[in-house]
């Protein structure tokens, strides 16, 4: 986490930042090619000129909205990284990382179980995208993905799990019309401890490769 945030604390601004002007201008000459159009005098050098102009504005729209989406990423890595070197009680921490795991990847629920005594999962934190905790009986989640996770120490990603075979017929998936779910294992000596799972019950898909990372 910490290695993150410093990259992201130096990441360099993006120079083809897009302005206001430049979207206006652009409106404009797409407000006289369409005039020109409607008049059936179009200048060919003009029109391809524009059209490679209007090319190389949704590129840079598209990296925009890229890099603002890892900025929020950075912000959160930090945030987390400023919460665990915190004097905080540990359950209002551990609430707060759940907050920033949920802002990080887009899930609708976010929980943390520990292994109790026994071998079976206590949830320790249960937690939405409104920085709220779940009530107890709110506690409705795959144990199947819990379980499998703690038992091969593997995270497990599935960005449909209503339609992924690994799971076909699992009762809580079926009756809570699960989607996109991520889990994965707490190591500490080589132990796998608990688990961090994630789920999303309306959207498939959500969840990356990269956000197991």
């Given amino acids: 986490i910490i290695t993150k945030v410093f990259i992201g604390q130096h990441m360099t601004q993006n120079n ?6 430049e979207i206006a201008n652009m409106r404009n000459n797409i407000n006289l090619l369409r005039n020109q159009l409607k008049a059936g005098r179009v200048d060919e050098t003009f029109f391809n000129k524009q059209l490679d102009k209007l090319d ?13 989406s890892q900025s929020a990423k950075f912000e959160a890595l930090y945030n987390v ?7 905080l009680d540990l359950q209002i921490v551990l609430d707060q990382v759940m907050d920033a795991i949920i802002q ?12 109790d005594d026994d071998g079976g999962l206590e949830v320790r934190v249960a937690r939405n995208f409104d920085q709220q905790n779940l009530d107890s009986g709110d506690f409705r989640y795959s144990r199947t993905i819990c379980n499998t996770v703690i038992d091969s120490g593997k995270p497990i990603l599935t960005t449909n ?5 690994r799971f076909a017929g699992q009762a809580s998936i079926v009756a809570q019309s699960l989607r996109s779910i991520m889990a994965t294992p707490l190591r500490a000596r080589g132990r796998v401890f608990g688990v961090v799972y994630v789920d999303n019950r309306a959207l498939s898909g959500l ?3 990269d956000d197991l990372a």
């Fill in 56 to 68: 190389n504005l949704l590129v840079r729209v598209g990296e925009a909205q890229a890099h603002q």
């Fill in 207 to 209: 969840f990356k490769d």
């Fill in 81 to 87: 990284s400023r919460m665990l070197g915190s004097s």
């Fill in 16 to 21: 083809s930042r897009i302005t206001e002007i």
């Fill in 104 to 115: 990080l990847t887009g899930a609708e629920r976010g929980f943390l179980m520990l292994r």
């Fill in 161 to 165: 799990a209503t339609e992924d075979p």
